[in-house]
């Protein structure tokens, strides 16, 4: 498919100068796969209003396991792909690392959510 983009043949910096073959020294996908991890680590917290999710959840093993099952899977996808996959992956990494602190939501408006210890579910104490 990046073979029939003649501008990606001469595309590239560094060492990977052709964007339509596979990354012959495996940075990328080693890189993208990375990137994905550290996604998923960060993100643990997530969804679980600010509490720490057990990490020997089924989701966060299973997004490991994609993580390490991708390099070998990918290696002979184009350079290409990898530029667009990794690009997005970077960017959520550094905004999700920026959100959290605290001058950061200060300066952009963003309000800062006080999470109850106590589940939303367990009974009030009896006085």
Same mark, same amino acid.
């Given at each position: ?9 001469? =595309? ?6 052709? %964007? ?13 796969? %990375?990137?994905?991890?550290?996604? &998923? ?5 997530? =969804?679980?209003?600010?509490?720490? &999710? ?7 093993? %299973? ?7 991708? &390099?070998?899977?990918?290696? /002979? %996808? ?25 001058? &950061? ?18 009974? /009030?104490?009896?006085?």
């Amino acid at each position: 498919m990046a073979e029939k983009m003649p501008s990606l043949k001469h =595309g590239g910096a560094y060492w990977f100068t052709d %964007l339509t073959t596979p990354d012959a020294l495996y940075i990328f996908p080693v890189l993208t796969s %990375l990137s994905f991890l550290v996604m &998923v680590e960060l993100n643990i917290r997530d =969804g679980s209003g600010g509490m720490l &999710v057990d990490s020997s959840s089924t989701m966060t093993n %299973l997004s490991r396991a994609a993580v390490v099952l991708a &390099v070998p899977l990918a290696m /002979e %996808l184009p350079q290409a792909m990898f530029c667009f996959l990794l690009t997005p992956n970077l960017f959520s990494i550094v905004y999700g690392l920026a959100i959290r602190v605290p001058s &950061v939501k200060k300066t952009l408006g963003i309000p800062v959510i006080v999470v109850d210890s106590a589940p939303a579910d367990a009974p /009030e104490p009896q006085h």
